[in-house]
């Protein structure tokens, strides 16, 4: 073999090895997706029968959660997206290994599942992010390929796009959260890598729009009126709930005299007891990642309700700032579904799924302050592809709003603080950090 065809070789083999990972992940990640479904479905089940079952086994479930990340895997805590774009901006091996080891990915995939079996408000989409990084980063560890960043990133979107069976947005929050107008290296590879695993995802759970095709049209031009108000309400609905999980375990710590700090399995208990009790008064609206309750107002299914969002926001925030592990990109969604249910009655002459659908989009571009995103995402989870200009109008205004009131993106603030805590060469108890 002549000399000089053997880097070229040697590099195709490597990217060979990486498209495979990708079709791996793919298959990892709808397979977690079916299994986080039926942890819910279990949970359902058991509460159903057994109305005050949750009582005992959230908060159980809660505390032994969090003092396995504790003890073992802290990176494991919370959502998986700023670890993921954190591990984006390390240059130590050790580091990446501690956001995105592989054993740090099995804990996610496994604690989840436990997670959802105690009926927590949080979902799986932002671990499928970690999970699909750290997973990408396993097959670039196996080759020789030097710039890791680029398949840590391009194995978090995909990630995200295998999760919710929507490639589109897989590439949207590749561009808007991920990289954020860094320069575009190696894009075709990233693109061939999100598209692979989401046809291997699809290969597993079959093609399916997330929330089903929704019926109504959206004009527009008679829909102006909604577009600002539900814009307005959702972008401070998403900065509050922002503030609160950013800052609300600091200040409850206080108010209990450092409870939380101190002994933080045990708070970790108290919320799965809050949690708990929340979704028993509301007959099970706010338990897990909520998919039912959007599916359901979209398709007319369940009656709006005014208190729905206030349930629904509390639980997830509880949920998060326990610390276990557990993503909000699905709670967000259902938020966004009930705060569009609630608002239905200030617009008699429009359908529920409509205000619902802006919602979705608008309170989800107000968690994220990514509105493009957004608007892709609520476009490809309902199949309703008309409806680009009314939900990218409603994602601008509600994440205006949000950045007027909470001016960084909540993952940026997160991955930032991820970081200093490495560069400091510290390990700290309180893992409150990487909770969102």
């Known amino acids: 073999m002549p000399k000089r065809l053997k880097p070229v070789l040697t590099l195709g083999r490597d990217y060979a090895i990486l498209l495979a990972g990708a079709v791996i992940m793919g298959v990892v990640v709808a397979g977690f997706a079916i299994a986080t479904d039926k942890a819910q479905e279990i949970f359902a089940a058991l509460s159903h029968h057994i109305k005050l079952l949750p009582l005992v086994i959230s908060p159980a479930i809660f505390a032994v959660s969090l003092w396995v990340v504790l003890r073992y895997f802290p990176a494991a805590s919370g959502s998986g997206v700023p670890q993921s774009i954190a591990a984006q901006h390390v240059t130590s091996q050790a580091d990446r290994q501690h956001l995105l080891g592989f054993p740090v990915a099995v804990a996610k995939f496994l604690l989840v599942l436990l997670a959802l079996l ?90 399916y729009d997330y929330y089903g095709h929704i019926q109504p049209e959206m004009d527009l031009n008679k829909l102006w009126l909604p577009v600002i108000v539900v814009g307005v309400i959702c972008g401070l609905s998403g900065s509050v709930f922002n503030i609160f999980i950013t800052r609300g375990r600091k200040h409850i710590c206080r108010m209990f005299g450092g409870f939380g700090g101190k002994r933080p399995v045990a708070f970790a208990a108290l919320c799965g007891f809050a949690v708990a009790m929340l979704g028993i008064s509301s007959g099970g609206v706010t338990f897990g990642s909520g998919y039912e309750i959007g599916h359901d107002l979209l398709h007319g299914v369940t009656a709006p309700a005014w208190w729905h969002p206030f349930a629904k926001i509390a639980a997830t925030a509880i949920s998060v700032i326990s610390g276990i592990p557990g993503g909000t990109i699905s709670p967000s969604l259902s938020i966004g579904a009930t705060i569009g249910g609630a608002l239905t009655p200030l617009f008699p002459g429009t359908p529920v799924a409509v205000i619902v659908l802006l ?77 969102a």
């Open 359 to 435: 919602a979705i989009a608008g309170y989800f571009a107000a968690f994220t302050q990514s509105p493009i995103t957004a608007a892709v995402i609520v476009l490809e989870i309902s199949g309703k592809a008309t409806a680009v200009i009314p939900l990218l109008a409603v994602a601008i205004i509600a994440a205006a709003v949000s950045r007027a009131l909470f001016p960084q993106s909540i993952f940026d603030l997160l991955a930032d603080t991820i970081v200093a805590d490495l560069h400091k060469h510290k390990k700290k108890d309180d893992i409150s950090h990487y909770d």
């Open 118 to 207: 105690g009926g927590a408000s949080l979902g799986r989409e932002g671990p499928s992010v970690q999970i699909g990084a750290a997973i990408m980063l396993l097959f670039a560890d196996i080759t020789r390929v030097p710039d890791k960043r680029t398949f840590i990133t391009a194995g978090a979107a995909a990630g995200l796009a295998a999760a919710f069976n929507t490639p589109i947005t897989g590439i949207a929050f590749l561009l808007e959260d991920m990289l954020k107008g860094k320069p575009f290296k190696d894009r075709l590879t990233m693109l061939a890598i999100i598209l692979l695993s989401g046809v291997a995802a699809i290969a597993v759970t079959g093609s």
